[in-house]
T-cell receptor, first 114, second 110 residues
Framework: DVKVTQSSRYLVKRTGEKVFLECVQDMDHENMFWYRQDPGLGLRLIYFSYDVKMKEKGDIPEGYSVSREKKERFSLILESASTNQTSMYLC?????????????FGAGSRLTVL | GQQLNQSPQSMFIQEGEDVSMNCTSSSIFNTWLWYKQDPGEGPVLLIALYKAGELTSNGRLTAQFGITRKDSFLNISASIPSDVGIYFCAGRGSNYKLTFGKGTLLTVNP
């Protein structure tokens, strides 16, 4: 069964800490995405990547950065976590071409910043 | 940017009832997708629509791509308790960006 795996399901961090959220996919997909999900706001795109070492800003990139050193791995970095970054973070991947908009999601990482 | 309005925000229904939810866009979309998110999990694709007027079924689920290309609906027939979750629409426009609706929270009372 193909998968997108997010390494941490639940994290609790303190304000100002650096936070790494890791995502690995085993489908050889070119595209990878990071979304955050908040009640009443749906899914909002933070960053995406369409190739190794490539990244593009989404709708809400402020306070975040990403790293894609290998095709299968896409990391989301919070340089200095703040309480307003408490949220559910969802990683997704998709192939290029006709299936590019059919995203496969991970189970999510719920981050609490105290 | 592209705006998606998804309604209703939430629904409380009895097991066995039919459900209908829809999404409307401020601009034309070329692709409509419907996802379901079970509690504590990531969204899973239910149905993908690629042509205006297209009507597609997946078991008890039926979705349609509106003729105007600015709307889509999802129907669930004879609901069961495991239908509980958040349903998201998503659309892709001419800029190739995928935009998600805010979701419909469905609760099914046994």
């Amino acid at each position: 069964d193909v998968k997108v795996t997010q390494s941490s399901r639940y994290l609790v961090k303190r304000t100002g800490e650096k936070v790494f959220l890791e995502c690995v996919q085993d489908m050889d997909h070119e595209n990878m995405f990071w979304y955050r999900q908040d009640p009443g706001l749906g899914l909002r795109l933070i960053y995406f990547s369409y190739d190794v070492k490539m990244k593009e800003k989404g709708d809400i990139p402020e306070g975040y950065s990403v790293s894609r050193e290998k095709k299968e791995r896409f990391s989301l970095i919070l340089e200095s976590a703040s309480t307003n970054q408490t949220s559910m973070y969802l990683c997704a991947s998709s192939p290029q071409g006709a299936g590019a908009n059919v995203l496969t999601f991970g189970a999510g990482s719920r981050l609490t910043v105290l | 940017g592209q705006q998606l309005n998804q309604s209703p925000q939430s629904m409380f229904i009895q097991e066995g009832e039919d459900v209908s939810m829809n999404c409307t866009s401020s601009s034309i979309f070329n692709t409509w997708l419907w996802y379901k998110q079970d509690p504590g999990e990531g969204p899973v694709l239910l149905i993908a629509l690629y042509k205006a007027g297209e009507l597609t079924s997946n078991g008890r689920l039926t979705a349609q791509f509106g003729i105007t290309r600015k709307d889509s609906f999802l129907n669930i027939s004879a609901s069961i308790p495991s239908d509980v979750g958040i349903y998201f629409c998503a659309g892709r426009g001419s800029n190739y960006k995928l935009t998600f609706g805010k979701g419909t929270l469905l609760t099914v009372n046994p």
